[in-house]
C-alpha cells in the first residue's frame, strides 16, 4: 500500500467532516467539480487553449457558478432543472415551460459558446454549458412538479445513519440524497474517495439531438423502481441498502456527464471561423 494511500484513509474523513460541517458546502458541487476536472483532461489540446484564454482560472472551480448566481438572477433558476409528468419517458413530448428549464438552457448555450465570440458572453455560455450538463445527469432535475423534483418527497432518517452520514436532521428529501448522501455515504463506507474516469467516447454532430437523448437516458433512471421515485415504489425510511446499491449509479452519471460535457467543448470550439 502507497504513502499516499495511507494517508488519505487517516486524513480524509477528518477533511470531509469539516467540509460538511459547512452549511456552504453542497456536495454535489464537488460533482460538478469532478465533471469539469475530468472533462478538462479530455478535451482536444486547442480546446484547452481556448478555454484557458476565456478563464483566469481552471473550469473545475468555477463549475459552481451558475447556482452562486441564482439570487442575483432569479430568472435563471429554472434553468437548473426541468418538471416532468410521472412516468414520461420521452423528454421531446413534454411541453418546454416559457420561464426555460435545464434541456432548452443546455442546447442554447451550447449554441451559444459556438457561435458567440465576444469573450464575456462566451465565457458565460461556457460555465453554463459545465454546469448544467451536471444537473441533467442528476435524476431528480427531471422529477416532478408536484414533489418539487423530490424536494418535498421525505424519508426518515435513522439516528444512526444520520451519525454516517455527518447529519444532524431526523429527516431527508430524496433530492439531497441524490444530491450527495450518496457519495458521502460511500465514502464514508470505503474511507477513500473512488476515481472517476471518463470511459465513454461520444462524438457529437448537432448538440440539440444529442441533449435530448441523454435527457431521455436519465429519465430511465427516474422511472427505475430500484431509485424508489415512481409513486408506489417511495420509501419511507432512508436505509444502508439503498445508498450502497445507487452509489455506483451515481459515479456513472458522473462519469458520463464528464465525457459528454469534453465532447460538447469539443464541438463548440470546433466552430471556429
Same mark, same amino acid.
Given at each position: ?9 487517516l486524513f480524509l474523513p477528518l477533511a ?16 460538478? #467539480? ?13 480546446? +484547452? ?22 439570487? =442575483? +438572477? ?12 410521472? &412516468? ?30 465576444? +469573450?464575456?458572453?462566451? +465565457? ?24 418539487? &423534483?423530490?424536494?418535498?418527497? #421525505? ?24 444530491? &450527495? ?20 467516447v461520444v462524438v457529437i454532430t448537432e448538440p ?36 450502497? =446499491? ?6 456513472? =452519471? ?5 465525457? #459528454? ?8 470550439? #470546433?466552430?471556429?471561423?
Open positions: 500500500m502507497s504513502l499516499l494511500h495511507t494517508l488519505s484513509r470531509l467532516t469539516l467540509l460538511w460541517s459547512s452549511a456552504a458546502f453542497s456536495w454535489w458541487d464537488m460533482g460538478h #467539480r469532478d465533471i469539469c476536472r475530468m472533462a478538462m483532461a479530455s478535451v482536444q489540446e486547442t480546446t +484547452r487553449q481556448e478555454i484557458g484564454h476565456l478563464l483566469e482560472r481552471p473550469l473545475d472551480t468555477q463549475c459552481d457558478w451558475a447556482d452562486r448566481i441564482k439570487k =442575483q +438572477r432569479p430568472e435563471t433558476r429554472p434553468w437548473h432543472y426541468f418538471n416532468i409528468p410521472p &412516468g414520461t419517458r420521452h423528454i421531446e413530448g413534454v411541453p418546454r415551460p416559457p420561464e426555460g428549464d435545464v434541456v432548452s438552457a443546455l442546447i442554447s448555450q451550447a449554441q451559444r459558446l459556438s457561435t458567440l465570440r465576444a +469573450r464575456e458572453p462566451r +465565457r458565460e455560455a461556457l460555465l453554463w454549458v459545465a454546469h448544467l450538463i451536471g444537473d441533467l445527469h442528476q435524476p431528480l432535475h427531471l422529477g416532478y412538479a408536484d414533489d418539487l &423534483g423530490g424536494n418535498t418527497y #421525505r424519508m426518515t432518517l435513522p439516528p444512526d445513519l444520520a451519525v454516517d452520514l455527518n447529519e444532524d436532521r431526523d429527516n431527508v428529501s430524496m433530492h439531497a440524497v441524490w444530491d &450527495g448522501l450518496i457519495q458521502r455515504y460511500d465514502v464514508h463506507t470505503n474511507g477513500v474517495l473512488e476515481t472517476l474516469e471518463t470511459t465513454e440539440a439531438t444529442a441533449v435530448l437523448r441523454w435527457a431521455n437516458e436519465t429519465l430511465t433512471l427516474v422511472n427505475d423502481p430500484a431509485v424508489h421515485y415512481l409513486e408506489g415504489t417511495r420509501l419511507t425510511v432512508l436505509n444502508r441498502s439503498y445508498l450502497k =446499491q445507487n452509489a455506483p449509479v451515481v459515479t456513472l =452519471q458522473l462519469e458520463r456527464a464528464a465525457a #459528454r460535457l469534453a465532447a460538447l467543448l469539443d464541438w463548440a470550439f #470546433r466552430q471556429e471561423g
